[in-house]
């Protein structure tokens, strides 16, 4: 069967009205006794999702377990907060899917690697967001990528999310046809977290665009997978015209987590440093302790701009 194109670029759009609860797009949930959040272990029946989640301002999301855990200790750090170190646990220890930790105000959540994998999460935690009857919540991606024309270690804030073919959209098959969806980012928070990054030493923060693939080798341009069916001249062709459209880093996630929050009318940004220049290279060679240094600085960003947000910074 042919795909259908059903081209809804920006149609589904809710806009993000303040102190409003957390919006989904599915009048089928309303008749449903119970949902059951199978991937994070959690249901409105067997949890009481309002007091455990109803305070939560900023969602962070990103692909490792183990960096979430981290970026969760982190913040609870820089938010100074009273309660044990030690205390914070994974809400969704259950299962092995996905890892979860609240820390006062923030949720840490990590998403695995690729479209299909955040999407599961997205959809599960903007129910949460819902069934909790969260409000002005702001959710943060901060991840890694690969950077185009960039000195590694740069962090791109996105501007706009593109895919493959350099459209800022996002498609999703349904029932054997394509729906399009637009994968435009909240402007203001992209320029208030590119402020943020001023205010930080060693901080090197750019907003660019960034395309999201659905590979990691062949998909981003690589040479070095156990496929590869190009030239280096080929790979340098489609990296200096993804530079030209405003392309500053590959990543692969950015689109259906830009369009899943702009369809349920949540304010989001994408934040990732890169962990090298594609025009030098493919493999990530970069020592250890490096990469866990750049790594750090999202969590930076992010936890400077939360404290700014919570009041906490003079
Ligand atoms: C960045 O890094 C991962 C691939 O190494 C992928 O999840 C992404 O978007
Ligand atoms: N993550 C990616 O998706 N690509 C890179 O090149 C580096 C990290």
Redesign the pocket.
Known sequence: MAPILQNCVGNERTEYIEHEEVHVKNPHLDSMEEDILYHFNLGTRTHNLPAMFGDIKFVCVG?SANRMKAFAQFIHTELGLAEDINAIEDICAGTDRYSMYKVGPVLSIS????VP??SIMLHELIKLLHHARCRDVTLVRI????GVGLEAGTVVITDKAVDSFLRPQFEQVVLGKVIVRSTELDENLAQELLQCSTEIPNLPAVIGNTM?THD?YEGQGRLDGALCSFSTEDKLEYLRKAHEAGVRN?????TVFAAMCRVCGLKAAVI?VT?LNRFEGDQ?STPHEVLIEYQQRPQCLVSHFIKKRLGLLN
């Open positions: 692909g998403h695995g690697m690729g994998s955040i991840g890694t990528s690969g999201c990691f590959i990543e692969m996630e950015s990732c962990l990530i």
